[in-house]
Every structure is written in structure tokens, then in C-alpha cells.
């Protein structure tokens, strides 16, 4: 009969890992037909670096401290008669570890030009994740030669308004959905200086009034619509247009309602109408864009004449101090001259708070004076004194209207008031 057989190692299936796991288990047999196992014995073969072996000597070898990289490991089994088996491979392969989180990246768009009376433009940004989703977006200013009045920051679609003539830059970063932020993205607006006008063009925007069909007043850059105060609140808006026709005046508006018009007859209402008598919109509160333009043919059809943007909000506060102010009846029938009769103020609206106010009638003596906000709040008041004849007041109400939005001054001498609506944009 043969002599003793040599036994047979089977070290295991290949394996694979992938960082940070460092380690792996092989579980290997032994098999003798002509007896038992009496040992095993690992080695490493090959491998990047030297694995720390533990439980060499045993059936199941743990490998560790592995790097990443391609191993080979070899088991030997040892009969009962001291007889040693062929060793026999197995390989685990180590991979790389996956990247973390990866940051997401921001598009802030392409660079813009607009032309000055045209002082607003949107900017559509996008964000990509490559192992994610985007959750928020943020826009800033960089630079520019003013500071901008910036409308929904805090989405992907910015609308940058009150600029003047120069270059400005914007910036958007996005965050993914695990809060990791983007790099910064800049694009930058660059606003021309108006020029002479040729060709069509639209003017001004003026407020209508839909139940007399009549004019309110125009619109400004910045504008706040309270619907507490206005004489109604069935309103329209007429694109007034240089010539008076056109060929039609396409309107934008967005904000709380999203409308676009082409109107070709004039008057040119956003809401349209049906000749002099203007259809009507109660405008949801809120903060508005709009953009009209004249075109040379009916249809919004032909050459783009120079178009007006501006943005106005909507608001719906009546303010109790204002009417609590208002005409006392033990005042006598001369000292109502300044409240009956149109008192100009400007700049209205202000950028810092400072006014001129244009009184109707030369004044002299003591003045008192009280400010509210829009809601009523108590602002500011006291009194001054005009010791020549005057009728040009110029106040500097900078530290009182901080705030962006609508006030109200009432003014009283002697023998005259009025109630005045400011507004600092």
C-alpha cells in the first residue's frame, strides 16, 4: 500500500474590502484521507505593506492594518504524521475609501448689462450635488457702487433692483442636504448710463383707479401700494409711452401674481380694459416686480423700444396715530390752508432720509411735528422754530426712518398743517 498521503489546505474564497475596514477574516480547512489536521499554519505572500497576522496557527486568520492594494496570503495544513500540504493562495483586495460628503457647486449665471432707466435684473442660479441634493441657496452683494435692494436672497432666482450706473457684483453659494456649503460663484450686472432715447419708450407707470377710471398717481422705484390709504382698492396700472401710441406695450409682472400682457390700443393697462373704462385688480399683499416695453408693432411684434422697470410692495396698515392726528374740529377754517392744498415733498422716496418740503405758502414761527410709521407707531416728535420767512423745509429724518417702508409726518403751525406720506427706500 502508498505510504502516508499529504493533506490538502483550502484557504477560502477571495475576498474584497474597502477602507476605512482595514481587516478580514479567512476561514480555511484541511482535509487527509489517510488521517487528521493536526496544524495550520498563514503566511502573507505579497501585499503594499505587512499585514498584522493574528491567529496564525489556527484555522481562521485575521488580517489586519491592511492599506489599500492587492494581498496574498497562503495556508499550510500539517497531518497526524507531521506531513505538510501544498500551500495554497487566497487574495483580498483592499479598496480606496469612498470620498465623504463632496461639496455642492454653485452657477450664479451669466454676467448681465442693463441700461439705466432699467435698474433692476434677475439672476437665475442653479446648484448641482454630485452625492446629494441642493437645500438652500444664499446671495450677497460684493461689490458695487451702491448697496442694491435685494428680493428673494434665499432662493435660486435674485432680483437685484435700485442699481445705478457702474458694475456690480453678486455672489451665490448653495448648500446640499447635509448642510456642507459651495464655494462662493460671483456675476457681476454691469448698469450703463441712460441715453438719449430714440425711438419709442415708455415713460411712467401710473396707478388707476379702477372704479373712476382716473389716475391715482405714478409709480416710483421702490414704491409701497397701502391699500389703507389709497381710495380704493380696485386698482390698474397704464403704461403711459413716448409717442402717446405705439405699437403695444408688452407688461412683466411677478412677485405674488405673475402676469404677462400685450396690450395694442392705448390706454395700456396691465389688467387690461375696454377703451376708458379699466378692468380691475385688488393686488394680493406683498412685494411685486414690473417691467413694461414698448414695441413697433401690434402683438409685442417688431423692434423693442426702451423699457421701465421698477418694484413696489403692497401693504394694508392703517395708521391710528395718522388719523388720530387729523383735523381737530376746534381748528378754524384758515389754518386748514396747508392740508387743502397740494404740499410737494422730494426726493420722495429718499435713500437716506433727508427731504425738502415745498409748503404752498411762505411760514414763520414755531413748529410741531410728529412721525408714525405705517402701522401707527410713534416715531419721533417736538418742535422747531423758522425764524425768517420760508417755505422750503429741509429735514433730515435719517436716524428716525431707519427702516425701509412708509411714514407719515404731520406738521403743525399756528395757523396751518398737513399730513405728509414719506417713504425711504
Known sequence: SPGNQAPVANAGADKAITLPTNSVVF?????DTDGTIAGHSWSQVSGPSTATLTNATTANLTASSLVAGSYTFALVVTDNQGLA???DPVTVIVNPASPGNQAPVANAGADKAITLPTNSVVFNGTGTDTDGTIAGHSWSQVSGPSTATLTNATTANLTASSLVAGSY???LVVTDNQGLASAADPVTVTVNPATTPLGQQ?????????????PIRDLVAGDVLNLATLPTKNLNVRANTNPTIVGSVVFTLSGMVTRNQTETSAPYALFGNNGNDYYTWTPPLGSYSLQATPYTQAG????????LSLSFTVTNQ????????????????????????LTKVYPNPSPDGHFIIELPAAFQGEMTYTLVSSVGAKMSS????????????????SQQMVTVGEYYLHLKGARAQTNLRLIRK
Open 382 to 397: 417736538g418742535k422747531f422754530s423758522l425764524p425768517a420767512s420760508t417755505s422750503l423745509l429741509k429735514l433730515n429724518l
Open 202 to 214: 415708455v415713460i411712467s407707470l401710473t396707478l388707476i383707479n379702477a372704479d373712476t377710471d382716473q
Open 27 to 31: 476561514n480555511g480547512t484541511g482535509t
Open 318 to 341: 392703517t395708521s391710528s396715530a395718522l388719523i388720530a392726528s387729523s383735523t381737530p374740529s376746534t381748528l378754524k377754517e384758515e389754518e386748514l390752508s396747508f392740508a387743502a392744498t
Open 85 to 87: 500540504s501544498a500551500a
Open 300 to 307: 409685442g411684434a417688431g423692434t423693442a423700444g426702451t423699457s
Open 169 to 171: 457684483t453678486f455672489a
